[in-house]
């Protein structure tokens, strides 16, 4: 079966996916609603916490980090695979990912726009966290460089903005399809300046590749860089369960794992709302399943490491975290992630299930439930079983406050791509043609019948 | 200001743990616990609430661990089969270690937390912005976070009550990181009083809280790098070492008559508190 028909008519395709931004339907205002409703149960947590102080989060010593880190770096994961999908399988040629890097890309965004929050939120004085940027002052003081919490803020900033970049980049000959196509409005407005006069000549598009296939190089090493030094701040501490050298490879597999499970998530939501079938096809869907189920091994590959590292380290005080882990407060917390995000993969395995809508929904979503348990449990049992005994016993259980956060947390993220999505295009049109008109003349090359030379492919 | 001023102050700034180090000069404060003659009466406790301002948060706060309590006496209970009135405990009076090479030190990413030249773990509460990466990496967990803004909202001391504040230590806001200082200020106020007398602080001169109100006498506190000091002699009888992760005590076969160590010393923080271990089974 074919991952995209190859006789979709251009006007088509555009037509198609112009539709995705037309008025809403009231289905659309009532998931915002509730989206929002999420939102303001978030920010009414932090507003309560930020006048009452971090207490109230149910914090104490030694758990002095909880659910903030650990959706922090859930949501840093989630951004890993918009950049695989649209920087590391575009320089691979792998063109399947056309129809829906776009969105995948947005996801990458937002959701380090989501991680950023928890940085704030967990501050004890969030009001002077520009401290932590190496801003020259009067009184030459600078930053800690040594502490890896600095690189993080560096990297993470350094992504976002590029990622950003990537995004627009890779939109320009999408936007100048909108600013032609749409009726006068606030829209019309917007497209005409964000596409910079892009009339598609030769000269633009040599320009265009250019700077895209840059961007793509320079965004690849940051992917990486940025959720290793993630892992350095756990790594590069001397705590037990943190201190573990396979932490950075360990957590970029992790995030590309989220990240190809709420890409799968998205897909099949996309494709239902805006009948998307004829792009976000079977095919797609199967390839993304597979290479989430290629990853799922890795990360639980990566896990056994883990395990093993400790276990044959001989530290006494780290094989008891671990132990604790699997058997202490947090055990059933630890074996669900072992079951989201080792077991459970195993579905995807099969043929019959990779292209089952309904299964790979439940399964992409129950695998993001696992991979957010998996930051949680790396972040909160060592406090809870570290190295000093007499903090063993001490109250770990987060409060409603740190679990509003989280909640809300997604419904901010939800907000933004909803938005995103209706502003602009969610498939990438000229991608989407490029590929429909390389199928075509793979068709005719087969047929014996060579290509005509000279029709361009845009 | 500029790239230059990070790069040459760099080293200055953060100096290295003391092997060959000659950088204490003139002083190292440094402490020693004999928890043979401690009885677990929590005075140092006490004392340490009074003269650093330290938030009393009561019984709730307390149950959810976040008591503030920079010197706090751990009980460890015997398990000998005797039932709680009959039980015996040892304890241990714990507080900041003052780790020459400290784990909070090179994690907090505004380097609100530092080292003294006089070998003190200092923390700049103005600086704090709370991430609490340091509390995160202390092996001892003896960083005491201000998880509510205690002096204002929660009333911790009545308004009559401020008058029996320490002048000399400020009172902290919500949001940062405190510790124990070996009591700074009275370190801060005998160096300069002997500076201006051009002398050294003499040993005696300057004591903590702690080891003011302790009864049994079993905290010593003094300049470590002055031969002549209590505490120095105490160190050396005990063949303890400022720069080694292992003590002589540990590495004699069949028991020793040494009872000096330092608490997890093989992580290589090099803390500058030295135990001396219990002789007697059990405090009660």
Known sequence: MKDISEDIAWAKINKDVLASLENPRKMFWAIVLVAFAMLTVGIGCEAYQYITGMGVANMDNPHVWGLYIASFIFWIGMSHSGTLLSAILHLMHADWRKPIYRFAEAMTTFSLMTAGLFVFVHLGRAWQVYYAIPYPNERGIWPNFQSPLLWDAMAIFTYLSSSILFLYVGMIPDLAICRDNMHPGWRKKLYTALSLGWEGTDRQWRNFRVTYLTIACFLIPLAVSVHSIVASDFALSQQPGWHITSFPPYFVAGALYSGCAAIITLFIILRYVFKFEEYMTMPILKKIVRLTFAIAMVWTYLNMIEMAAVWYGHDPVAKDTLLERMFGPYAPFWWSMIFCGSILPFIMAFKRFQTNIPVMFVVSLLLNLGMWLERWMIVSPTFAHGYYPWTFDHDQWPSFVQWGMVFGSFGWFTLLFMGFCKIFPSVSMYEVKEMVYHRSLATKAAAGKLATAGKGAH | ?284
């Not at chain 2, 760099?10 to 000659?22: C, G, L, V, Y």
């Not at chain 2, 470590?224 to 160190?235: R, Y």
């Not at chain 2, 028991?255 to 803390?271: A, D, F």
Request: net charge negative; hydrophobic share 30%; with cysteine.
């Open chain 2, 1 to 284: 200001m500029s790239v230059t001023t990070l790069l040459d102050g760099w080293s200055e700034w953060r100096h290295e743990h003391p092997i060959n180090d000659q950088q204490h000069n003139p002083y190292k404060w440094a402490m020693s616990i004999d928890l043979d003659a401690c009885t677990g009466c929590n005075a140092c406790s006490v004392a340490c609430y009074a003269e650093n301002n330290l938030p009393v948060v009561g019984k709730e706060k307390f149950s959810h661990g976040q008591v503030m309590h920079w010197m706090r006496v751990e009980r460890y209970w015997d398990e000998d089969g005797r039932e709680y009135p009959d039980q015996g405990a040892s304890f241990l009076p714990m507080m900041c270690q003052q780790c020459e090479a400290a784990p909070c030190e090179t994690v907090c990413p505004v380097g609100a937390t530092n080292h003294t030249p006089d070998g003190l773990n200092s923390q700049i509460y103005n600086r704090c912005i709370g991430s609490r990466y340091c509390s995160a990496n202390c092996p001892f967990k003896v960083r005491y976070f201000n998880w509510y803004n205690y002096p204002i909202t929660d009333n911790v001391w009545p308004a009559e009550m401020n008058q029996q504040l320490n002048p000399d230590v400020t009172v902290r806001g919500k949001g940062v990181m405190e510790k124990c200082t070996f009591c700074v200020q009275r370190l801060r106020e005998a160096e300069s009083n002997a500076k201006s007398q051009n002398r050294l602080v003499r040993d005696g001169e300057v004591q903590t809280a702690c080891q003011q109100a302790c009864l049994a006498g079993a905290i010593t506190f003094g300049n470590l790098v002055d031969p002549e000091s209590v505490v120095h002699k105490k160190w050396k009888a005990q063949q303890v070492e400022l720069a080694k992760d292992a003590q002589t005590k540990d590495k004699e076969e069949g028991g020793s008559n040494l009872r000096g160590y330092r608490i997890l010393e093989e992580l290589r923080p090099y803390p500058s508190v030295m135990y001396m271990e219990r002789v007697r089974e059990s405090s009660i």
